[in-house]
DNA sequence: GGGATCATGTAACAGGTTACATGATTCA
DNA sequence: TGAATCATGTAACCTGTTACATGATCCC
């Protein structure tokens, strides 16, 4: 006897994927509506983003299906003369204010500065500037959170001596690069912000 | 618009991923062989392993037949009274020199040394301490040949002067991030070789 | 008697990569 | 005449996540 499985959607309570808020971005970017094709061009060699993001068309077509689903685009078939009919899309009340809202929001974990911050800081700059500025503040402190979290993690492990046994050297390397990388990234956003060089911010780092 | 396309890669066998590896390694660690169960407690909270890489029962047994496929563990039922009969994996010849291989190997990209290296940092201690001083020393070279390429991006980029246009400045804090968590792991790689504590680190980065 | 432990998996779903299908039109 | 552009997808194949199936034995 097969259970049919409860079928909550797992993946539904998580958001969509940075890229679709990429995609939601260049369409609200571009007065708010577009199609694959054109969108395509953002993430294609040489464009901005795609030193961030890689993003074939099969997956653009995949991701604005879900953005459709979801409510925040919304489909239209434009039927062209002497070239093939497309789909327009245009961004809903509803796409705009989850764009919005998830501009604002910073990434928890360190890693996700290189994709998701990356891509959030991109369409706060060329959307609202002071959105961006906000943005930059949040992951500021969310960043420094996760620094006083590991050094204090850092200390206990020293303190508890464990750190010349095997377990305990492999365990404090693994704090101590996730230590190092957070602070790198704090650095970095403190650049953002004040736009200073980046051998000030490096030599700030020796202060913190 | 003009899509790259890579027609070659289609039989590339890739490597077998970072989790195939670990598990390659614990059983050599424990004498060469083992059983799925037992190697599920390298990955059980607690362990020291299971703060880099999660892994379920489900992809555990699912890596242990791949492995099998490529000849680096043979498989043998083990029949017990009193306790389900097991499957217990042995490594072969293959599977060894396979694994040193791995070990010796530095990651390319930074972000793979949050994950991938760790792991063969993990075990390169455990196995041969020539091996973990010669791998850290490779991933040294690696990280420091991306410094300098990263600069020398970034200098041209600021000798470009679009650096003050959107998409340059877009363009010159990727780099800058890019190469600011580099340079962070340069130097906790430096710490690793030297064993100096965190601060001793953390200031010689302003040095170098 | 009931939960924890031993032991190995499968099913369904989620998401991404790579290659290719389709067919018109424009341009060198 | 054939390559590139316009335009939207599908198919096959990976990896990974979560939940559950199965059934014994050990410990309280």
Redesign the interface.
Known sequence: MRRTRDPIRRGAQRGLPPAAHAILGFLVVEHGSGHG?DL??HF??GA?LA??IRLE?GMLYHHLKRLERAGWVAADREVQSHRPSRRVYAVTDDGRSELRRWLGEPVVQT?E??LTF?IK??FA??LDSGLAARLIARQRATCARLVSSLSAQ?TDLERQGTATE??G???R??L??????T???L??LD??ATGAP?DT???R??QC
Do not use: N
């Not at 101590?176 to 990388?181: I, N, P, T, W, Y």
């Open positions: 094709y395509a061009r294609a060699a901005p030193q961030v068309p890693r500065i290189r990356l800081l991109y700059r060329r850092l095997p377990d050297q492999f365990a390397s693994v101590s690069l996730r230590l190092a990388q602070r790198a990234a650095s970095w650049e953002l980046d911010a490096v030599t780092l020796g």
